[in-house]
């Protein structure tokens, strides 16, 4: 069992700047990380991914305007987003692909005023 808990989301205008946290329980070391969010009445949509060598993946509405990074010593992952748009609005959630299942965590809320 992995425990995730995200952490830095927050109320901002459109175009700034937040850094998500996401600290796992267990060693994170060699597993595939990942951001998804969700927004009201729409589907859980993959955001980004990061592999266990550091290799990233974006979708390409947050593409140069989102960055996931990992630090395996601290057990987490980050998710810094620039030039915020009101569409970005939604609750982050981080996932970790392990032994052939998902772990989720709890989400973090992130609002974007226009």
């Known amino acids: 069992q992995v425990q995730l808990v995200e952490s830095g989301g927050g109320l901002v205008q459109a175009g700034g700047s937040l850094r998500l946290s996401c600290s796992a329980s267990?060693?994170?070391?060699?597993?595939?990380m990942g951001w998804h969010r969700q927004a009201p009445g729409k589907q859980r949509e993959w955001v980004a991914a990061?592999?266990?060598?550091?290799?990233?993946a974006y979708a390409n509405s947050v593409k140069g305007r989102f960055t996931i990074s990992r630090d395996n010593a601290k057990r987490t992952v980050y998710l810094q987003m620039n030039s915020l748009e009101p569409e970005d609005a939604a609750v982050y959630y981080c996932?970790?692909?392990?032994?052939?299942?998902?772990?989720w965590g709890q989400g973090t809320q992130v609002t974007v005023s226009s």
């Open positions: 990061i592999e266990s060598v550091g290799s990233t």
């Open positions: 267990t060693s994170i070391f060699l597993y595939r």
């Open positions: 996932a970790i692909n392990r032994a052939g299942n998902t772990y």
